[in-house]
């Protein structure tokens, strides 16, 4: 499977739930290996927040992220329909501090990424495929969610609120194949309790009876529901003695336990990458998704470190040897700091630097506990880097590479006089107009000690 992003941009516009805030949210197409963002374009700076676990800072009424100064709150439905639709790279743009609530549901968002189009890139999708059964449960909510191994993604939730009207439900869907026909539609809903408090605390200011489903499971005086009427301002709303707020009509009997499939994988989907398991939930909610996504992106991010660290055999002949990769790069002693080329495709590769006591940059670095510089082992990465983009164009010694950004650069591990630096450098997309982006790694042994993302021009002499 390739990845994929939508062929144009779409904008839709609607109110927030909770702000009742008017706001604009557009779809743009990004490329591979971009991943879902938002962007504040309201905001000064325009910043950018990755849709990503580590980013949730608030779950008391939805999914909030934040990061870089901007806030976007109640993007699970937008991440459902996203997902949803397999769509793996996107920049959605948001005026406000809140996604449109539309009708409560995921169906506008399909409609709008549909119309745009969804096309296939270059690289290939890679999926996570759950090794182990992965347990999340809150004994005291009665909460229990499981990830099992299945080359496929199902998922099935069941809820029981005690609840006279919705009594328990469960819903299931068995491929994200699904998920337009059968969850997209489903909207969100809340107890007729639960509406004097939310909008006590300054909430649901956009909410509407056209974008909820309110369950009412007691008996309502007149009173109360001239206060609801005013609340949502309708000349009148009426309930029967056990029921739905206006007697809406549901699109499936299941409805509410389809909408906690939706919020699932909506919330499931900020993971960051495509995964292949059997999800059984039982009573979930915002805050328990994300602390299961949490559980689970922690064990790809520890098995994608074991899977990645390179491998270096010093008995195996280097696809370039020093001599090589001057012909490749122009630097010279003591600048030249790659030493061999041990693996070259065209997404990736991996090359060592020997370092030596003897290295001129120790003498002056800690003489008495001598330590590579940290901007050395990013330079040695960067020139391992030139080395990938060059060996791919006909004439190399006619081009040079120039940094131009370094990001989420981290130091881990000290590197000594003795050790031997393996890097691997991975390809985030392919060269756009001479500009490449490149995730490196450098390893000591099993230790990674160095990484961050560098992006270089390449440009003719």
């Known amino acids: ?31 591979e290996n971009h991943g879902i963002k938002f962007q504040r374009i309201d905001l000064p700076g325009q910043p950018i927040i990755d849709a990503d676990v580590d980013n949730v800072t608030d779950l008391s009424r939805g999914t909030t992220l934040e990061q870089n100064g901007g806030k976007v709150c109640t993007v699970e439905h937008v991440m459902a329909a996203v997902a949803g639709l397999e769509i793996d790279n996107c920049l959605v743009q948001v005026n406000a501090a809140e996604t449109p609530i539309m009708d409560g549901s995921s169906q506008f968002f399909i409609k709008a990424l549909k119309s745009a189009g969804i096309i296939e890139q270059e690289i290939d999708r890679e999926y996570f495929v759950i090794p182990q059964n992965i347990y999340y449960h809150e004994n005291d909510r009665s909460i229990e969610m499981i990830a099992m191994p299945l080359d496929d993604y199902r998922l099935t939730v069941m809820v029981d609120y005690n609840s006279p009207v919705l009594g328990s439900q469960h819903a299931s869907i068995s491929s994200l194949k699904e998920f337009e026909k059968e969850i997209s539609s489903c909207r969100t809903f809340c107890f007729l309790h639960e509406l004097e408090m939310l909008y006590n605390n300054n909430l649901i200011r956009g909410g509407d009876l056209n974008n909820a489903i309110v369950i009412v499971d007691r008996v309502v005086k007149e009173e109360e529901l001239d206060g609801l009427a005013k609340m949502f301002n309708k000349p009148k709303v009426e309930v029967k003695k056990e029921g739905i707020l206006n007697n809406v009509e549901l699109h499936f009997h299941n409805e509410p336990a389809r909408h906690k499939l939706l919020d699932l994988i909506g919330d499931l989907a900020l993971i960051g990458t495509p995964i292949k398991a059997q999800i059984m939930a039982a009573r979930p909610g915002h805050a328990a998704n994300i602390a299961f996504g949490k559980k689970i992106k922690a064990l790809i991010k520890k098995t994608r470190n074991q899977v990645n660290i390179p491998k270096y055999d010093p008995n195996q002949t280097p696809l370039y040897n020093t001599q090589d990769i001057a012909k490749i790069l122009p630097h010279r002693s003591p600048f030249l700091l790659v030493d061999k080329v041990m693996e070259m495709e065209k997404s990736h590769m991996i090359a060592i630097k020997n370092v030596t006591y003897n ?51 981290k130091f881990k591990e000290k590197v000594l006089p003795g050790d031997t630096l393996v890097f691997r450098l991975d390809m985030i997309g392919p060269p756009r107009r001479g500009i490449c982006i490149m995730k490196g790694s450098a390893f000591v042994g099993d230790k990674l000690v160095c990484e961050a993302e560098l992006m270089a021009q390449i440009s003719k002499k």
């Open 1 to 31: 499977m390739k990845q994929t992003t939508i062929k144009k941009s779409v904008s839709l516009s609607g109110v927030g739930l909770h702000t009742g805030q008017e706001v604009t949210m557009t779809f743009n197409p990004a490329l």
């Open 359 to 409: 290295e001129p940059f120790f003498p002056g670095h800690f003489p008495g506990n001598p330590v590579m510089p940290g901007v050395l082992i990013i330079e040695a990465m960067a020139q391992a880097g030139g080395v990938l983009v060059l060996s791919q164009v006909e004439d190399p010694e006619n081009y040079n590479t120039y940094f131009m950004k370094i990001d989420n650069a």
